[in-house]
């Protein structure tokens, strides 16, 4: 049997298959887990605000092993990889983490990952290590990316235009929202790098009559925050649909992402990293903004945060925004 219809029948059947692709298959698993805010911090204990983090990385490393699942499922099955030996896939990091991971369940011989110069080093040291994997790190990522990808049986996996990164996002780690808090969520804050996950969250919101605010956060310009990207960045490559699902955008300097970080510390296991701290800022700051008339509304609700990953490939980076010395 032609190897990649094998693993379209694996598919329809979870008893058989490679073990890894049946461990990130996002089906039917409930990956989702609320750790709550200490009743001292100030909007629980002045207007009685419930805060949750939400941490997705217990069955999954990352939050970017659903979407990446989801986009190359899609493609196997609408016959895009035919032919295809090579995978070329432009991203941050942790989209590229899982398409490492999963690529040899699709049969690809061969991954190409295109990164930006700045990517924390133990990101990059990662994927080094991993076998059949070379790692291209430019100025340019999307341009290099292309012109990788005309090579003879080479395809862009290009998470910035896709789709099935929305779909999942609204499939799987919308509904595990609403399956933790439902009604009771009255606002949600998503840090923003490809807008995937906060397009696909508001959508599975809307579709489940939430009327939850959702809170796209991202860098203050010119700052970078690993796993984010400021709106100039997200202009030039993001062509997702995320600007019909954010009701309120917050911008945070990359020092506050990465002091909110270390605060969550006390409180979130395991602990989160820099995106988390970016999410927690923005929503901290959603909230400041509002009169106290509608802080006290939200008494015996509940607003979110999604910690997308933890914190232990950004140890370089952690050291270099906050080292004391």
């Not at 002091?259 to 909230?287: I, K, R």
Request: charged share 25%; glycine share 8%; aromatic share 8%.
């Amino acid at each position: 049997m032609n190897e990649r219809l094998k693993i379209k029948r694996d598919f329809s059947d979870f008893s058989l298959g490679d073990p890894i692709l049946k461990a990130l298959n996002p089906e039917g698993k409930q990956f989702m887990r609320i750790r709550w805010l200490r009743d001292s911090h100030p909007f629980t204990s002045s207007w009685g605000i419930k805060v949750a983090a939400l941490i997705p990385f217990g069955d999954f490393v990352h939050l970017k092993m659903i979407p990446t699942f989801m986009m190359m499922q899609e493609d196997l099955e609408e016959g895009r990889y035919d032919g295809i030996t090579t995978l070329v896939v432009p991203s941050s990091g942790n989209t590229a983490h899982a398409a490492v991971r999963l690529a040899p369940c699709f049969d690809f011989r061969h991954t190409k990952i295109i990164m930006a110069n700045d990517v924390p080093d133990a990101k990059v040291a990662v994927l080094k290590v991993m076998p059949n994997v070379t790692v291209i790190q430019c100025a340019n990522v999307t341009a290099t990316a292309i012109e990788e990808a005309k090579s003879p049986q080479h395809y862009l996996f290009d998470q910035y235009s896709h789709m099935g990164n929305v779909r999942a996002h609204e499939l799987y780690t919308g509904e595990e929202v609403w399956r933790l808090i439902g009604k009771d969520l009255s606002a949600i804050a998503v840090a923003m790098g490809s807008g995937g996950t906060i397009a696909g969250i508001g959508r599975a919101l809307r579709k489940n009559e939430s009327e939850a605010v959702v809170i796209g956060v991202r860098p203050k310009l010119g700052e970078q925050v690993p796993g984010a990207r400021d709106a100039k960045k997200m202009e030039e490559i993001s062509r997702l649909p995320w600007k019909t699902e954010v009701e309120h955008l917050a911008e945070i300097s990359r020092r506050q992402a990465f002091e909110h970080m270390v605060s969550l510390w006390s409180e979130v296991e395991p602990q989160p990293g820099p995106t988390s701290g970016l999410a927690w800022a923005g929503l901290e700051q959603y909230l400041d903004g509002l009169q106290s008339r509608e802080l006290d509304a939200l008494s015996g609700k509940v607003v979110a945060f999604i910690c997308p990953d933890d914190y232990r490939l950004y140890t370089s980076a952690i050291m270099a925004e906050l080292d004391p010395k």
